[in-house]
Each structure stands twice: as structure tokens, then as C-alpha cells.
């Protein structure tokens, strides 16, 4: 192979990395358009490595291909973060993993297919986005509904503040996200009647993926051994379950 033809299918290895990075960037995502563009051309120049490097040796020269395949899974996990009980970061890993194969065929000298594939990774990032969006927007789209959840814990003015500290960090232990945290002062009780005067209900929402009741269970119970909490539960928004 001469020299040219090395150049040819490094530059449209570049080339197809940078069209897919044009998108990741448009739409800032972590690994965009010098990502992308430099896991294509890292790729190809392992191709040619592994095919053209060894002249009159023994290695096999789809050894190199293959690890391609298990190294971009490094890099890949570098981009996966996890946020309460959603995570992100997969589409961006699994288009970088793309951009590698693409490089790979590049590197190889299967012009149209890595062209294909590039064209085919670029529409799954754009016309699909819209579709996925239509299949959430539709309530009979099968997958289990979105889970908010309301905590309430009543306590005295003294021991607001610590209640909403102890509050937050029952709650920082499920997996959940913590929306907001509010207080707000309850009416004061009918004179002789038995409860405390100065309660104070700190109120805090959530939100995730999935119902977990046992988690919300769990934090009732730490807050329950507060001396001065004197009621505690929770509750899931615009519906009939309730426990507290």
C-alpha cells in the first residue's frame, strides 16, 4: 500500500469522526466534535497498524482490530455518570464506540461502508431523538410511570433546622432526587387540645424513574427516632397512596 492510500484513509477516518462530532457538539454533549474525530482516526491508525506494520512477521492483524473493540469501553465509561436513579452518559458512549467501528472500516478501506455507518450513526442521533420523545409523551407507552414522592416530617421551631438536615440526608441515601426542600408553619391548635404549639412541616419532594415505597419506608424510620419530630410519612402527589 503506498503512502497516499495510508493518507486517504486516515483523512476520511478524520473526515466521518468529524460528522458525527459536529452533532455531539451542536447539542454539547461531553465527548463532541475533537472526540469523536481523534477515536476515528485512533482507530484507523490501529487498522493500519495491525496491517500494513508487520511485514513478514507472525501477528495477526485482527488482534489489533479487536482490542479497538474492549479499549473504546474505557473511554466510553468515562462519559457514563450516574444521577440519583437515572444515568447519563450512554448515548454519548455508545456513539463513541460507533465512531471507533467507523474509523476501524476506514482504516480498512471500506469507504461506503464506513460512510454508511456514519450517516446511519448521525440520523439515529437526530430523526430518532424526536421519535423517542413522541413514545414518552404518550401515556399508553407501556413503561412504568414517573415516581414524585412527598415527604413530611412536623417538628417544633427549635429543631426545624435539624429536622431538615436529618431530612436531607435520610433522603440522600435512596435514589431518588431531591427536588425541594420547604418548611412552612402549621396552624396553632385549639386552646386545650393536646398538641405541641410552634410546629413547623418541612416538606420535601422527590422525583425518579420507578416507585421504591420500602425506600421512602426506610427514611420514615430514621426520622421516627428523632425526639422531636412528632410525625413523619409520606405521600405520592395525585394519587390515593398515602402512608404517614
Excluded at 114 to 132: E, F, I, Q, S
Excluded at 199 to 216: E, I, P, T
Amino acid at each position: 500500500m503506498t503512502t497516499f492510500e495510508m493518507l486517504a484513509r486516515l483523512a476520511t477516518g478524520v473526515g466521518l469522526g468529524v460528522a458525527i462530532g459536529l452533532e455531539r457538539q451542536y447539542r454539547a454533549r461531553m465527548a463532541g466534535l475533537r472526540t469523536n474525530a481523534l477515536v476515528c482516526a485512533g482507530a484507523t491508525l490501529f487498522v493500519l497498524l495491525s496491517a500494513h506494520g508487520f511485514h513478514g512477521g507472525t501477528a495477526d492483524p485482527t488482534r489489533v482490530a479487536a482490542q479497538i473493540v474492549s479499549g473504546i469501553g474505557f473511554l466510553g465509561a468515562g462519559v457514563i455518570m450516574r444521577e440519583g436513579a437515572s444515568v447519563r452518559g450512554l448515548n454519548t458512549a455508545a456513539t463513541l464506540w460507533c465512531s471507533a467501528a467507523i474509523g476501524a472500516l476506514a482504516g480498512a478501506g471500506m469507504y461506503g461502508t464506513a460512510a454508511a455507518g456514519t450517516v446511519a450513526v448521525v440520523a439515529v442521533n437526530t430523526a430518532l431523538r424526536w421519535a423517542g420523545r413522541a413514545v414518552d409523551r404518550h401515556p399508553d407507552s407501556g413503561r412504568e410511570q414517573r415516581a414524585d414522592y412527598l415527604f413530611t416530617a412536623v417538628t417544633d421551631d427549635a429543631g426545624e433546622a435539624h429536622v431538615r438536615a436529618l431530612l436531607v440526608q435520610a433522603l440522600a441515601r435512596t435514589d431518588f432526587r431531591l427536588v425541594s426542600v420547604s418548611s412552612r408553619n402549621l396552624p396553632e391548635p385549639e386552646p386545650g387540645a393536646a398538641a405541641p404549639r410552634g410546629r413547623v412541616q418541612v416538606c420535601a419532594a422527590l422525583s425518579g424513574d420507578q416507585r421504591d415505597d420500602r425506600q421512602m419506608e426506610s427514611a420514615v424510620s430514621r426520622l421516627s427516632l428523632e425526639p422531636s419530630v412528632t410525625s413523619v410519612g409520606w405521600s405520592v402527589p395525585d394519587t390515593s397512596a398515602a402512608v404517614g
